[in-house]
């Protein structure tokens, strides 16, 4: 094993991702622009211009046929990679789902952007919590650092035979994809490239020399059991991201787990919520604590396979769980999709936490540090006035009021 | 007829890579189509198929009619996933994962409806961005696997399900697109039109276009198809011939910029033998006909001007 070198460098994580994408080697990258994506490609087409990076670029003419590309690709064996947003994410939506349905393991970054109309360019993850369901793995980072670790953690998991299946890892567009932060990224990838070795013998490719049929048509004797092969896998995804996240720590220093807590332990009250935004929430957290306010915080880092094991145990001593969804599924009446999952998990519990759904940075609405204080103020007027809500709060929307 | 490579069907290999049992209809040319390009094409092939009849009739699992490696992912983008292969291909063998003596032939193969409608942005970007992929269009002139509703590929006229005739309607009220025209407006190395009538012309498009190795080739292949078209089943190959035969089809190739007419008509038949003896063209009036006749006669006069010569001669029966 090689020992690896740092280099701190000022990257936003679009360029961090970048530098994961050359340091682990990839062979296809297939992507067409979309803000906030965009420095993504212009950063590895860089590197391959400048033969830092060996790697095929397909300049295709949509995001549909950017998912299909490294589909085709890594149904070669290449190690593939792409990167979208928002209305790009939705354009893929078909594929989405061939793809892990054919169970290649495809590795792409969502720079999080709200979807259209009206049209928005700015963050939040409307996209991202629409692919719920596409049997991706979906890992949310809030630091650049964490983005160029959860890339080279995405291949190591989406290429275990255990898993087979395409990962996502979103980060919010704007706040965290053009925002600096110092990263340490390898200074020689060879560590790296031997922390994530390619070895595509180990899964059904496209061979001449062993043909095999991918893709057919599956009559309603089959579809089924195929189909449940894709929820076994994601069941094994839960034991190797945290796998390879504990080995990723090992090995080079930085683990993040599956979920992220912050001054939960005596926590009566805490927040959830997921990506960049956490770190404005730590800080609303120490604002309270100092004002004598046992508040919590807890950043959801996977959101498929949902961690519920790690949510019920960091929950179930609290007495009022605010949960910070930043999307909304509308028409429902708890609209988070984050908050629905925790209530479903929590359901069958007998020690839980009151939940209280609240929408925030919709559209990238500013949330600040004075928005978490103010949150927490009104959950625990709530909880004292036992009324908390059966249905989610628009936090910050004009024209309504709550309390 | 090009007779570049084989001069009879006899010097065709043996080997078969379409393995029969699958289940496209009796008398569906798409399948005489399919298995001549995989004798063509040999075992070091890998095909990416679009959605359609080809698709759902070859692989219903766990069994499979493919004998090389085969790939669907869905309709619109066969030529997206077949660049995919193709770039892989390339940098994986530059990597030395995959031997780069080796030369893998990649066929993307798709009907009209994934040719001239849905799949046309990804034909068109796969095109301008040069892959070295052999894409082969079967074109049966509508949405077959579907039942028959009509696409950018349905002729004038034609009845189709979703193109009725009915004291309104009478079929299909726009021409056929000209897909190859299209695709050579991209200016890539080559580009042809077969017949499965004029099997040996065929056969050898097929093998030039493998052979090409600057860039993508394509071939668009008619596929008379019974069900859909309304004839008898046994009547496919004869009803693919009246095609050439009356220029309703004309069969050209387009090498590095040089046209060529592949399979001259010196006598024209009237396309009404074309017509009669198809049940999508049955309500067809005379004056309809006329019509369809009239719109032959002007691409004929543009096809010889083309060469410059006469190569598909005057209306004679």
């Known amino acids: 094993m090689t020992e690896v070198k740092w280099k701190r460098l000022p990257l936003n994580s679009n360029y961090a991702v970048a530098y994961a994408v050359k340091d682990c080697d990839v062979d296809v990258v297939a992507a067409y622009p979309i803000t906030p994506q965009t420095t993504v490609v212009e950063k590895i087409s860089e590197f391959i211009a400048n033969g830092e990076l060996d790697a095929e670029m397909i300049h295709v003419e949509s995001e549909h046929s950017a998912l299909s590309a490294v589909v085709g690709a890594a149904a070669v064996g290449a190690r593939v990679f792409t990167a979208t947003a928002s209305q790009g994410l939705e354009l893929m939506h078909e594929i989405l789902h061939i793809a892990s349905g054919l169970r290649l393991p495809v590795v792409m970054t969502i720079a999080a952007r709200a979807l259209s109309a009206p049209i928005s360019i700015w963050c939040d993850y ?12 979906t890992l949310i980072a809030s630091s650049a650092q964490e983005v160029y670790d959860t890339v080279i953690q995405a291949f190591k998991i989406a290429e275990d ?29 060879t560590p790296i490239r031997e922390f994530v070795p390619k070895n595509p013998k180990s899964r059904i490719v496209l061979d001449p020399e062993k043909p095999v049929t991918m893709g057919p048509i599956a009559r309603p004797e089959w579809y089924y059991e195929i189909k449940y092969q894709q929820v076994e896998a994601m069941k094994r995804a839960y ?14 220093g930085r683990s993040y787990g599956v979920i992220e807590t912050y001054k939960l332990e005596d926590a009566d009250v805490a927040v959830l919520t997921y990506g960049g935004i956490f770190g404005t929430l730590r800080e609303a957290i120490d604002a309270m604590r100092s004002s004598g ?30 949960v910070a969804d930043r999307a909304i599924s509308y028409g429902a009446r708890i609209a988070g999709p984050v908050a ?30 004075q928005d978490f204080v103010e949150l927490v103020k009104l959950g625990l007027k709530f909880l004292e006035e036992k009324r908390v809500p059966n249905e989610t709060i628009y936090w910050g929307v004009r024209g309504v009021t709550y309390g | 007829m090009v007779e570049r490579y084989y001069k009879s069907i006899a010097e065709l290999p043996r080997e078969e890579y379409f393995a029969p049992g699958h289940s496209l209809c009796a008398g569906c040319a798409a399948g005489t189509i399919v298995r001549a390009l995989l004798k063509v094409a040999g075992p070091n092939t890998i095909v990416v198929n679009a959605t359609g009849c080809v698709e759902v009739a070859t692989t219903a699992y766990p069994y499979t009619a493919w004998r090389i490696p085969w790939i669907h992912v869905a309709f619109e983008n066969a030529a997206s996933v077949a660049s995919g292969v193709e770039a892989a291909i390339k940098v994986l063998k530059r990597k030395g994962l995959i031997d780069p003596n080796k030369k893998i032939n990649i066929i993307a193969l798709a009907g009209d409806g994934g040719t001239y409608d849905i799949g046309f942005q990804a034909l068109s970007g796969m095109l301008e961005r040069g892959h070295r992929v052999v894409y082969v269009l079967y074109d049966n002139e509508a949405y077959m696997n579907t039942g028959i509703q009509r696409s950018g590929g349905t002729p004038l006229f034609a009845w189709t399900t979703t193109t009725p005739a009915g004291r309104v309607w009478r079929g299909k009220h726009q021409p056929k697109k000209p897909i190859a025209d299209i695709v050579a407006a991209h200016r890539i190395p080559y580009v042809a039109t077969a017949n499965p009538a004029y099997y040996l012309d065929m056969v050898n498009k097929f093998r030039r276009a493998l052979e090409v190795e600057d860039g993508p080739a394509f071939i668009h292949v008619i596929q008379p198809c019974p069900t859909g078209w309304r004839f008898d089943p046994k009547l496919s190959i004869t009803v693919a011939r009246l095609a050439t035969e009356t220029a309703m089809w004309i069969n050209w190739e387009l090498d590095h910029g040089e046209f060529r007419v592949t399979v001259p008509v010196p006598k024209r038949k009237h396309v009404k033998h074309y017509l009669r003896i198809q049940g999508r063209f049955r309500h067809l009036t005379d004056q309809d006909i006329e019509e369809i006749q009239r719109f032959i006669d002007r691409e004929v006069e543009r096809v010889n001007k083309l060469v410059g010569k006469e190569v598909i001669g005057p209306l004679v029966e």
């Open chain 1, 126 to 137: 409307g996209d991202v919590m629409n692919t719920r369901d596409t049997s991706w793995i």
């Open chain 1, 161 to 189: 035979p255990r898993v087979l299946l395409p990962v996502m890892v979103a980060y919010d567009g704007y706040l965290m994809s053009h925002t600096y932060e110092p990263v340490y990224v390898a200074e020689d990838p």
């Open chain 1, 293 to 322: 306010l046992k508040v919590g915080g807890i950043r959801l880092r996977l959101f498929r396979p949902f961690p519920y094991r790690e949510i019920v145990d960091a929950v179930k001593h609290l007495k009022l769980l605010i």
């Open chain 1, 340 to 369: 629905m999952e925790i209530m479903s998990v929590l359901y069958r519990e007998s020690e839980k936490p009151e939940v209280m759904s609240v929408a925030v940075g919709i559209g990238q609405r500013t949330v600040t540090e």
């Open chain 1, 239 to 252: 034991d190797v991201v945290k796998e390879v996240d504990a080995e990723f720590g090992k090995r080079f």
